[in-house]
């Protein structure tokens, strides 16, 4: 399972855009990028998933560059109800495989 | 659609007591289940593995007799804190995966005292 790195936490005002990268040096073929949010006393919920370049859904963007060595989750004018904590995984895509949750970010958005 | 529940949500119990913790998948079959265990500010940690109708396979350093996994259908699988301790008070994650993805459960809170 290749090992993530990211930002252990980030605040951002309410409006704002707000950009968390995510490095994963040692990604491999084929593996997938994806992106969990997680609030206080719940499970993971899933944000978005990718394999190159860009993906866009109705709740975020995921920029992923040529080499795949890092991505970026996009959340655009983010609310108070966007304060989670965010999760980036890279692994093959199957239901069946065990996921790594790394340290994670915690995104604090100020009114 | 792809809704997995947990029960209960929340649960305190006495030390020494044993808890039991239902993972359902309520509009699918899962092929595989996971266990997950959480603790304050931190991230989530991978208990175990299972697949319906086999033993379940459980991480380093996760004792097997201490966490029972009943995994008896596709869309069931338990739970079981034997002899529970204050240090197993934690939060503790299902997920349920299909061929292609993984959906996880609301959560357990486990206050053990």
């Known amino acids: 399972l290749a090992k993530t790195t990211q930002p252990i936490s980030m605040d951002s005002y309410e409006g704002q855009e707000v950009n968390i990268t995510c490095s994963h040096n040692?990604?491999?073929?084929?593996?997938?990028i994806t992106w969990y949010q997680q609030f206080p006393s719940q499970g993971p919920r899933f944000i978005i998933q990718?394999?190159?370049t860009k993906v866009t859904n109705e709740v975020a963007s995921l920029f992923i560059p040529a080499d795949r060595k890092s991505s970026t989750l996009s959340l655009p004018r983010v609310s108070l109800s966007d304060t989670a904590v965010y999760y980036c995984?890279?692994?093959?895509?199957?239901?069946?495989?065990?996921?790594?949750f790394g340290t994670g970010t915690r995104l604090t958005v100020i009114p | 659609g792809a809704v997995v529940s947990q029960h209960p949500s929340w649960v305190i119990c006495k030390s020494g007591t044993s808890v039991k913790i239902e993972c359902r998948s309520l509009d699918f079959q899962a092929t595989t289940m996971f266990w997950y265990r959480q603790f304050p500010k931190q991230s989530l940690m991978l208990m175990a593995t299972?697949?319906?109708?086999?033993?379940?396979?459980?991480e380093q350093g996760v004792e097997k007799d201490k966490f029972l996994i009943n995994h008896a259908s596709l869309t069931l699988s338990t739970l079981t804190v034997t002899s529970a301790h204050p240090e197993d008070s934690s939060f503790y994650i299902c997920?349920?995966?299909?061929?292609?993805?993984?959906?996880f459960g609301p959560g357990t809170r486990l206050t053990v005292t």
């Open positions: 995984l890279v692994g093959v895509q199957t239901g069946a495989n065990n996921l790594f």
């Open positions: 299972s697949n319906e109708g086999s033993k379940a396979t459980y």
């Open positions: 997920s349920a995966g299909t061929n292609y993805e993984q959906y």
């Open positions: 040692n990604i491999a073929t084929n593996d997938y």
């Open positions: 990718g394999y190159k």
